[in-house]
Structure formats: structure tokens, C-alpha cells
């Protein structure tokens, strides 16, 4: 079925909405969920409440592109979900990994959160990632937005881990350099 019609059926309150998102994205969803939070009852959880926040944000939003209007939802709710987790004990999963490999590029005294406006910071990435090749923006967003694990970017681009690792190196000190350069760290 076509997005914009389940857009239009969520619109209508027709709950039949969710089981037309459950079936075309379910599994997108809990990758997603899944490469955050390195759990699948956990995982399984996001994805459920990622379809009530759907449910309850259609209307008054009407995505274009229901994929990822879905997708930042199921990253919000993991990411939240984990942050609860990681407070009563540390887990391992992509995202903790993902979030240790940018550190150094976003902050030099650890708390990014103190020394970026965010917003400032979220346009710097993206008129870097407009300046960087077709390639390197794929592993830079498979890496960093879904959290995929280098073995999967490998996979999907069909290329070694070793040049997704590189990849991933060069990407972070050319984006810190970015950074640096704009005064954003």
C-alpha cells in the first residue's frame, strides 16, 4: 500500500493505519530499535509505541515521507528507552558504540550539550554531509542515524569492513575539522 493512502488512513482515524505501518515498516522499525538498544523486548516495545506516537501525531502532522517520519519517532523512543536503561546499568549496543565514535568530534571537554547550540550544530553536519561523496554519506548516516553495525553497512554497500572503518575515521576527522573550522568545538 502506498504511503500517502496510510497517511490518509490515519487522517480518516481508521485504525487499520496500524497494521498497514506494522506490515510495510515493522521490521525497518525494529532494526532500528534493535541497532539502539541491543534488546528485542525492548526493541519490541519501542516499535509498539512507536506506532501509538504515530497514531496520536497523525493528524495534526502529515508526513511526506512516511518512512522517515517513522523512523525519527522509533529513534526518539529507543534512545529514551535506553537513556532509563543505561542509568540503572550500562548496556553495549550500536548506538552506545555510534555515540563513543562521535565523541570526539562534537565536544573537547565532554559535554557537548554545554558548549553547542544544538540546532547551529545539526546544520553544520548537513551542509557537511551535502559537501562529502555519495559513499561517505551513506556510511555516515547508516552508522550514525541507524545506528547499523559496520558488518551490516558492509553488507549493504557491498564493500570490506575495513573500508567502512576507514570510512568512518576519515569522516569523523574531516568532520571535526568541519566543526572546528565553523568554531562549533
Known sequence: MEDSRIVEMYW?????????????????????????????????????????????????????????????????????IYRKKAAKKRTGSEYALSLDELF????????????VDMKALSTAINSWLSSVSDTQRKVFVCRYFYFDSVKDIA????????????????????LKNYLQKEELI
Open 155 to 174: 553488507n549493504h554497500l557491498q564493500l570490506s569492513e575495513s573500508n567502512i572503518k576507514s570510512l568512518l575515521y576519515r569522516a569523523r576527522l574531516d
Open 12 to 80: 480518516e482515524r481508521n485504525e487499520v493505519a496500524i497494521s498497514h505501518t506494522q506490515e510495510k515498516y515493522g521490521n525497518y522499525l525494529s532494526k532500528i530499535a534493535y541497532n539502539i538498544l541491543a534488546d528485542i523486548e525492548d526493541s519490541k516495545e519501542s516499535v509498539n509505541d512507536t506506532y501509538l506516537r504515530a497514531w496520536n501525531s497523525i493528524p495534526p502532522h502529515k508526513p511526506v515521507r512516511l518512512s522517515a517520519f517513522l523512523a525519527k519517532i522509533a529513534r526518539q523512543i529507543s534512545i529514551d
Open 104 to 115: 570526539d568530534c562534537a565536544s573537547s571537554d565532554g559535554n557537548p550539550e554545554k558548549e
